[in-house]
């Protein structure tokens, strides 16, 4: 297979596969004559190329491969915001593909029966987290209110800093009369001369020494508060993660399953690609030991390409093939080994 340049007939297919799981299957893809892989591969692949003819050419666009999230989850690991969107959106497209499968034929009508739909967890997951990753206010009951409070907390303390720092008291210390945040806390931006006329608490310093960035004393509690309402929404946000988390984890065994099947059908849909684009169709399966080739090209060869035909049988089992050396010998050897190959895998070949 490596001198027929199998691996770069896989390319191809690699290439046109939407995520990881169904690019490890076609770079997994052997020949092997009776395989039921290799004919579920074809008749997949000839239901896909068939359903498009009809107007419907369905994919797994958005999908993604859950398989190292579904590991921390299933050890009872958090996932983050974006991790759990990719599961929600995971099973949305697996939702819609099963929709689009029913009206293929029968392999994929099977293939969409296969995909479990978790309508719950996607239910709970997209109330939770927007398209960004981040959790909405509706993700919990308290979440919406903490955020509030914050938001409310935040607002008087910049109120406040932002009077101090036009006020007469402080504004000819400042370097500029502007608000900003230094490890955590809301400060002013003071002139190191003159930090002694800011009473309050040294968060930084600039690296010239020019700089030092003081929250006042009389904001220290103003600061405290918004620190504590961001600790109590980091404490939810933290909760609902986790229990999310945990329904995935719940939801594993099936999440994978589905997982394989996405990767089953985007394998025949990106082989139905490759045959599209490159002109490669079906060979018939003949019941005898018959090798016979009509006008056939090598598939990895551009155009234009000087096809060969070809027959043996059990009669006649050796052919000898003479000639000056001018590349056509090789080329009739590795093609007629090649679409051998790519017939016994499930897959077309050139026409």
């Not at 068939?50 to 859950?66: C, E, F, N, Q, Y």
């Not at 979440?143 to 101090?164: I, P, T």
């Not at 809301?186 to 003159?194: F, G, N, Q, T």
Request: net charge negative; aromatic share 4%.
């Amino acid at each position: 297979l490596q001198r027929l340049e199998w691996g770069v007939v896989l390319e191809l297919i690699v290439g046109r596969c939407a995520f990881a799981p169904s690019r490890e299957a076609a770079q997994e893809m052997r020949p092997g004559r009776g395989d039921s892989a290799a004919e579920r591969r074809r008749s997949a692949t000839e239901e896909v190329i068939a359903l498009r003819r009809t107007g419907v050419d369905p994919h797994i666009g958005g999908a993604s491969d859950l398989r190292p999230a579904l590991d921390r989850a299933e050890k009872g690991g958090v996932l983050d915001g974006a991790a759990l969107y990719a599961v929600a959106e995971t099973l949305r497209v697996g939702d819609r593909l099963r929709g689009e499968l029913v009206v293929g034929g029968p392999l994929l009508q099977s293939m969409a029966g296969d995909i479990v739909p978790i309508r719950t967890l996607r239910g709970q997951l997209e109330r939770s987290l927007s398209s960004d990753g981040l959790l909405t206010d509706a993700a919990s009951p308290v979440l919406g209110g903490l955020r509030a409070h914050h938001r409310v907390a935040l607002e008087r303390l910049r109120v406040r800093l932002d009077g101090l720092a036009h006020a007469k008291e402080y504004s000819p210390y400042l370097q500029e009369p502007i608000v900003t945040v230094r490890n955590g806390r809301y400060v002013l931006p003071v002139r190191s001369e003159w930090k002694s006329r800011v009473p309050g608490i040294v968060h930084d310093a600039s690296a010239t020494g020019q700089t030092v960035w003081i929250e006042p004393i009389e904001v220290v509690e103003l600061g405290n508060a918004v620190r504590e309402a961001e600790a109590a929404v980091s404490t939810e946000e933290a909760r609902i993660l986790g229990s999310l988390s945990g329904l995935v984890g719940a939801d594993a065994p099936g999440l994978r399953t589905n997982g394989e099947h996405l990767a089953l059908f985007d394998l025949a849909r990106a082989v139905a690609d490759v045959a599209r684009d490159r002109n490669w169709v079906y060979a018939d399966v003949s019941s005898s030991d018959d090798l016979q080739l009509n006008e056939a090209r090598h598939p990895l060869l551009s155009p234009p390409v000087v096809p060969i035909s070809l027959h043996l049988d059990n009669e006649q089992r050796v052919l000898v093939i003479t000639g000056p050396n001018t590349g056509g010998k090789t080329v009739a050897l590795k093609g007629v080994g090649l679409l051998t190959a790519m017939h016994h895998a499930g897959l077309p070949i050139p026409s």
